[in-house]
């Protein structure tokens, strides 16, 4: 762990309601120096240039707010921060946190949309090891933002207005308005160097940009007009609290606005929700029951099959057994050719010795048969050769042996002549 001061312990927050440029603004902050996790959540339509998000981040807080059984979207009930399961979140959370701020050679950053409502949590392991955070905010004209939940996600324009509310004022009333806050669009305009370098003095970045590149042209390498995705579609926003607070956040930019005055409609903003806290309680009541209901019928399906899929699994077993014992006897077969190779081999080089032995000797044996031929034609071997027959085989041999040596010696006068 960590235990050096807690200058050194600095980390950056992004908070943002969801759509409303997060993710730019995290790959801003990267470009000016802030360090992102190794493991980020991957592309997707939604965010083609990427999330920039912490992937063990994002899985620990929707799978914390799966044992809460709440909804996203909702306030979390009032106790609870006296759940069961807080022990293990806060250690998740302080172990990520440690990973990355003892990995990072500059200050760490993440951002993910649920954490506006898990903040008092973060907040306890930022106090306990003495961590100091920055907490930077976007905001975007919550028109766009009820347009971009609702194309992308299906949210219906209520939902997204009081999505928006909810985050905002949870991260504002949670963070005490100590945050910088910076408005999507203005990204898309000349203040977007300005604003880069306010962010690398407030967040501390500062210290470790060089000046061999300037913060406009970091600025013009990351935001690119094409992600500017500001369409409102003229819809118009009902919830009245949504337009009481957009319009004090207009005027908040940077560090420095009117906190009191933002903090008051912030505090105006939770107790009219507050007064309404009876629905979002049915609501996640009903959430809960339906995922309880669904849980059941994924049991009971899972039941239902879990007989067919030990047959498989067993079958599967032995197919694998069957497949291993394949495989030993392939590699027998495999070491049996190669032992057969190899003997082929040796035995092809003898075969070639050989036959450079013969041709050695081919041009003795073509002496050796025109020697033998000339002797078996010579008048002295045919006479030696009835000779011996009139020896060995007496009788006719022996009476006609003048005859046939009569016959010899003028076939080889003939020859001659």
Known sequence: MNTQSSTENRIIVVLGAGRTGTSLLTRILNILGMSLSEKEVPLSEQNPAG???DAEIVEIQKNFLSKLSCHPYLPFPVDFLKNQNISSFHNDVHSIVFKNINKT???WGFKDPRTPNLLPIWTRVFNKYKIVPKYVLTVRNPQSTVVSLHKQYGDSPQIAELTWLHRNCEALYHTGGNCFIVH?????????AMIGSQLLQYTGLAEYWGNERSVSDAMNDCVKPQLNRAVYNDYEIKN?????LYSVLQNCHGDSFDRRKL???VVECRKAMAEFSGWPMMAQQFYRQQNRSVNQKTKKKLEAVEPKLQKSYEEKVQYVGDIQKYIIECKDLSDQNEHLRIRL????????????????IEPELDRNRKELFTLKTSTSFKVGLILVKAVVKPGKNTLLF???????????????N
């Open 51 to 53: 999330f920039f998000e």
């Open 105 to 107: 050679s500059t200050i």
């Open 184 to 192: 999507y669009e203005d990204w898309f305009s000349e203040k977007a």
């Open 240 to 244: 009245r609290y949504v337009i009481k």
């Open 263 to 265: 903090m008051d409609v």
């Open 345 to 360: 081999s040796v035995k092809a080089k003898e075969l070639q010795d050989t036959q450079r032995k013969l041709e050695a």
């Open 402 to 416: 003048p005859l046939y040596l009569l016959r010899v010696l003028l076939a080889s006068r003939a020859v001659k």
